[in-house]
Nanobody, 122 residues
Framework: QLQASGGGLVQAGGSLSLSCSAS????????MGWFRQAPGKEREFVAA????????YYADSVKGRFTISRDNAKNTVTLQMNSLTPEDTAVYYC?????????????????WGQGTLVTVSS
């Protein structure tokens, strides 16, 4: 029900845009989030957006560099990532929240996509 895309290999300082395509049932009324998991590390919160796009939250590590947005008409959520560093290398997952808000805890999410790999070279 969630399909993440847009990952790839990019040099440090570069940009990538991740997209999450959701079925209407799991998208327009739900908060959406992005999480990531680097090799050997636990999954961590990256960004989240409420159902209407009015509330957005970011991890401190990406604040000012990443931007989350959504288009409910297209059932998509986008994570624009700028000024990437090797520390951003991870598998990125999009997720649909249990409700309409934008939780930062993974327990607040019901559906998860398959993940897309982002590799940032130095």
């Amino acid at each position: 029900q969630l399909q993440a895309s847009g990952g790839g290999l990019v040099q440090a300082g570069g940009s990538l845009s991740l997209s999450c395509s959701a079925s209407r049932r799991t998208s327009s009324n739900n908060g959406m989030g992005w999480f990531r998991q680097a090799p050997g590390k636990e999954r961590e919160f990256v960004a989240a957006i409420s159902w209407n796009g009015l509330s957005k939250y970011y991890a401190d590590s990406v604040k000012g560099r990443f931007t989350i947005s959504r288009d409910n008409a297209k059932n998509t959520v986008t994570l624009q990532m700028n000024s990437l560093t090797p520390e951003d290398t991870a598998v990125y997952y999009c997720a649909a929240a249990l409700g309409s808000t934008a939780p930062v805890a993974s327990s607040g999410y019901r559906y998860w996509g398959q993940g897309t790999l982002v590799t940032v070279s130095s």
